[in-house]
């Protein structure tokens, strides 16, 4: 998969690009998750409150080069 591949499937499931060129999307409870996009892989992070303070914290990664959409529509290839 190519980065340009990844980030339409995230503009279609709802994320929109940041001013830092990652992509972040808020779910209805409120949970703000975000792929942060890097020169040959991307991160899955979850925001969280630590210390009075948000912190970014990595939930899953993978190389574009290992990462695929599956016939269900599904984003596979990422590592914890």
Same mark, same amino acid.
């Given at each position: 998969? *190519?980065?340009?591949?990844?980030?339409?499937?995230?503009?279609?499931?709802?994320?929109?690009?940041?001013?830092?060129?990652?992509?972040?999307?808020?779910?209805?409870?409120?949970?703000?998750?975000?792929? *942060?996009?890097?020169?040959?892989?991307?991160?899955?992070?979850? *925001?969280?409150?630590?210390?009075?303070?948000?912190?970014?914290?990595?939930?899953?990664?993978?190389?574009?080069?290992?990462?695929?959409?599956?016939?269900?529509?599904?984003?596979?290839?990422?590592?914890?």
């Amino acid at each position: 998969m *190519k980065r340009e591949e990844l980030e339409n499937w995230l503009i279609s499931k709802g994320y929109s690009k940041d001013k830092f060129g990652h992509y972040q999307k808020t779910s209805d409870k409120g949970t703000v998750t975000r792929f *942060k996009m890097q020169g040959n892989s991307a991160r899955y992070e979850r *925001k969280a409150e630590i210390v009075d303070h948000n912190e970014w914290m990595k939930l899953a990664g993978g190389y574009y080069k290992s990462l695929s959409i599956t016939p269900e529509g599904k984003l596979a290839g990422m590592k914890r």
